[in-house]
């Protein structure tokens, strides 16, 4: 795992809740995850990583942000996690991908469409083996999200 | 309409015929049609005119032979007979008009119809068969003409009779001429049709061998024009490799658009132009193909490896490049998997190497402690993010220090020396509060130790499964009696002979460690003793009346600080006979003398066999003298008994101590 692979989805997280919902994330402490931690959120958007480094990025929220960034950007109350919400979402760490391919240009990487898992305190598909994990929490006025990063260096740089 | 009534008249004019047929039958068939009905009409015309006049053995003839025309029109029809038209009509054209220029016909100038005979027969017949109805017809109007009593009802000018068959030849004759004219022109088109034909047929056959390369060989080969557009025929692969949605004239170079960094297309773009300069040398082209082996996402949102290769040609004068492409995808993936299975064996061997030298208490303990240790720090770290700690820096530090310590201190010296690395990285950071991105690049680095830690915990859990599942093996067999069973069984297999081992008095249970691998040594030497010189094969046992199954029997007891180890076989048995000879031919000694058991105990001197060739199992002469001195030398005695015929066996007597 190199940090330089992690920033540009970091930058392009910021940078999208910036656009969408007009206030920047502020980033905390990162911790480490363990494979088969089982963390509080409800729906998370995974990108697939290959090339030089294999591994996934995911977008975790719990169920309450997500409600609440949909109602922001349909402008329709939303109570429960429906169909808005996902695709929503799903929209959502879209863009995030989108914007961070921009920033992995350098890099032999290549990244994956988003899927969405959703379901209360789901488990994340890492890569097999002991791949390290890292996790960096965010905080926006709205509530908290989580984005985890699992990656192993296929070349050792 | 207009497309109605011509099929109407071609259907007549062809007398019904559909098919295609050759250009020289067809316009002859259309001919023929033409002058029936043409003939008809006039002759209907005619016979009516004739019969008003009042003329009525004219009308009747000429109505008869309209009404004979008429049957040949519909007799072809049916019967599709064309040439029996051919050849009948000028027969009875022949006929008719000399009628009319023997009669005079209307106003005497009947004769003038003759001049049209050369037209329809020529052009009936061809210009030979026609040629000889026109010269019949000639000699027959001549003597139509000039013969006065053929024409009574009539009188003619000889000038003009004169005119008439001169008129006549000038005509055969141009006619003549141009049928022929006709004819070789017609063949001349004939033949290049054919040619045509045939070149055609040559292409299409081309076409198809090209066609059928380019839908079914698997590299995607196409055209780039100057313009760097990819024109032309293409593979059908190339669809396919390339994930293009919409084929129509796109461009090569934005192909890469986008998935290539802006400065590697523009270079792409250069190095593509290259190949339209004459002056550069297309082997340096070939070394530096930016292509050669590339990883891109596909219009499609696939990642694949493609191959490149470019060439540059030139077709009517204009300069293109040839271009295919290769999908390498699942070779990259494979090699890729390949390398990181490598480097993750050459960490594990490191680790092994490492981890096979700590005790293993000691191991399990540091296992336990650095996983600790890094459970608190990320604990700390999870913390931090509801409350910020002065003190995270310095846990961190001291997490690290200890796991280092630790690790070091077991000899793991290469994880050591990794969290060596992250302690000088957080050793700065003491006492201060850095930011998230500097603590990400550090609990980055603490993942990758946690990882590697579970690398060597799983290790270790691999190792004590493999441990454990050695252990749960059943008692293992014990190796001097393995060895003996195996030996018996490929001796069985080499030399034919059949053999059954009793060990059930071979009890090994006492047999000293120090001894097993010599008694396991002489049993092996003694077994292949009895295959070689003892045992019979089945045949010859049956001669002796022996049981066709050979035996081998192995004792082994405990006599107090003797161990007896007894080794039977009912063989062939020493023959003292024979090794008498043998030691009489060796001259060893005066042995004609000696009596039978010092001559037995022959077989213990080394460099003594009584087998004929040397071979893998015998005929050394030193098998038996070798058990003969180990067994000594380990303090013990050995002995031989042997009855001839009935087998033999030795003793032998270890010291247990």
């Known amino acids: 795992m190199n940090i330089r692979y992690i920033t540009p989805f970091i930058e392009a997280t910021q940078n999208a809740f910036l656009e969408l919902l007009g206030s920047k994330p502020e980033a905390l402490t990162p911790f480490l995850v363990r494979r088969e931690e089982v963390l509080d959120w409800d729906i998370s958007g995974v990108i697939g990583i290959a090339g030089e480094a294999r591994g996934v990025v995911v977008l975790s929220f719990p169920r309450g942000l997500a409600q609440e960034i949909t109602t922001i950007l349909t402008g329709q109350m939303k109570t429960s996690v429906d169909d808005d919400v996902i695709d929503t979402v799903g929209e959502l760490v879209n863009i995030i ?13 290549m990244i994956s469409l988003p899927s969405i898992v959703q379901g209360d305190s789901h488990q994340i598909g890492w890569p097999s083996g002991s791949v390290p994990i890292v996790g960096i929490p965010f905080t926006t006025p709205q509530g908290h999200f989580n984005l985890s990063v699992g990656l192993e260096n296929i070349i050792t740089v | 309409m207009a497309s109605r009534f011509q099929k109407v008249l071609t259907n007549i004019l062809r007398s019904g015929i559909q098919t295609t047929l050759e250009a020289e039958d067809e316009i002859r068939l259309l001919f023929i049609n033409s002058i029936i009905l043409v003939g008809f009409l006039a002759l209907m015309v005619f016979a009516l005119r004739d019969f008003f006049a009042g003329d009525h053995v004219y009308s009747l003839v000429t109505a008869s032979l309209a009404f004979i025309v008429a049957c040949l029109f519909f007799f072809i029809r049916w019967t599709k007979l ?3 038209g051919l050849w009948f009509l ?11 220029a023997a009669s005079g016909g209307a106003g005497t100038s009947g004769a003038l119809w003759s001049f049209s005979y050369p037209l329809v027969a020529i052009f009936l017949l061809g210009y030979r068969r026609g040629g000889l109805f026109t010269i019949g017809y000639v000699v027959f109007l001549g003597i139509v003409l000039f013969v006065p009593q053929l024409t009574p009802a009539w009188n003619m000018e000889l000038d003009f009779k004169i005119r008439t068959i001169g008129t006549y030849v000038v005509i055969s004759i141009f006619v003549v001429e141009f049928e022929y004219i006709r004819l070789q022109a017609q063949r001349e088109i004939e033949r290049g049709r054919k040619e045509l034909a045939k070149t055609t047929d040559a292409l299409l056959a081309e076409k198809s061998q090209t066609d ?3 839908h079914n060989i698997r590299e995607g080969i196409f055209l780039v024009d100057e313009h760097l557009r990819i024109v032309g025929r293409h593979s059908d ?3 396919q490799i390339l994930d293009l949605d919409d084929e129509t004239s796109w461009d090569f170079s934005t192909y890469f658009d986008g998935k290539l960094p802006e400065k590697e297309v523009q270079s792409l773009r250069d190095y593509l132009m290259m190949f339209f300069q004459s002056q550069v040398r297309p082997e340096l082209l070939q070394t530096i193909n930016p292509l050669e082996t590339i990883k891109i996402t596909t219009p499609r949102g696939r990642l694949k490896t493609l191959a490149f290769t470019f060439a540059a040609i030139k077709l009517e004068g204009r ?4 271009a295919s492409v290769r999908d390498d995808t699942l070779t990259a993936e494979l090699n890729q998997k390949l390398k990181e299975e490598e480097d993750k064996a ?8 490492q ?4 005790r293993p208490e000691l191991l399990v303990q540091f296992l336990e402690d650095a996983t600790d240790e890094i459970a608190d720090i990320n604990r700390r770290l999870k913390a931090n993010s509801l409350q910020a700690q002065d003190d995270l820096m310095e846990a961190f530090y001291q997490g690290v220090h200890a796991v280092k310590g630790n690790a070091a201190l077991i000899g793991l010296t290469s994880f050591s020396e990794r969290v060596h690395d992250l302690e000088n990285l957080v050793k700065d950071w003491r006492g201060k509060s850095p930011d998230w991105r500097e603590i990400l690049t550090l609990t980055i680095e603490l993942s990758k130790i946690q990882a590697e830690l579970e690398e060597i915990q799983a290790l270790i859990q691999r190792m004590s499964t493999f441990q454990k599942e050695m252990a749960n093996n059943t008692e293992p067999q014990d190796l001097v009696v393995m060895t003996v069973e195996r030996a018996v069984q490929r001796l069985t297999a080499e030399t034919g002979v059949q053999a059954t081992l009793d060990l059930k008095d071979f009890v090994t249970d006492n047999l000293p460690s120090g001894h097993r691998k010599l008694v396991k040594d002489i049993l092996v030497q003694f077994i292949r003793n009895s295959f070689v010189h003892g045992l019979e094969p089945a045949e010859e046992r049956q001669a002796r009346q022996k049981p066709l199954t050979g035996k081998i029997k192995i004792i082994c007891q405990d006599r107090g600080p003797f161990l007896s180890i007894s080794y039977q076989d009912d063989g062939r048995g020493l023959d003292p006979g024979r090794l008498r000879q043998t030691a009489i031919k060796k001259s060893l000694k005066n042995w004609d003398t000696r009596p039978d058991h010092e001559i037995l105990a022959l077989i213990f001197e080394n460099g003594f066999s009584t087998a004929a060739e040397v071979s893998v199992h015998a005929g050394r002469g030193v098998g038996l003298g070798l058990v003969k001195t180990r067994v000594e030398a380990s303090g013990g005695k050995v002995s031989v008994r042997s009855a001839s015929g009935q087998g033999i066996a030795f003793d032998i007597e270890l010291p247990k101590g």
């Open chain 2, 212 to 214: 059928g390369i380019l």
């Open chain 2, 82 to 84: 064309v040439q029996v």
């Open chain 2, 346 to 353: 050459a960490r594990q061997m490191r680790h092994l190497f």
């Open chain 2, 355 to 358: 981890i096979i030298h700590v």
């Open chain 2, 319 to 322: 300069r293109f490049i040839l």
């Open chain 2, 237 to 239: 692969s190339l669809t």
């Open chain 1, 97 to 109: 991908a989108g914007n961070a391919k921009r920033g992995l240009e350098e890099f032999k990487l």
């Open chain 2, 90 to 100: 000028p027969f009875l054209m022949a006929a008719f008009y000399g009628y009319l």
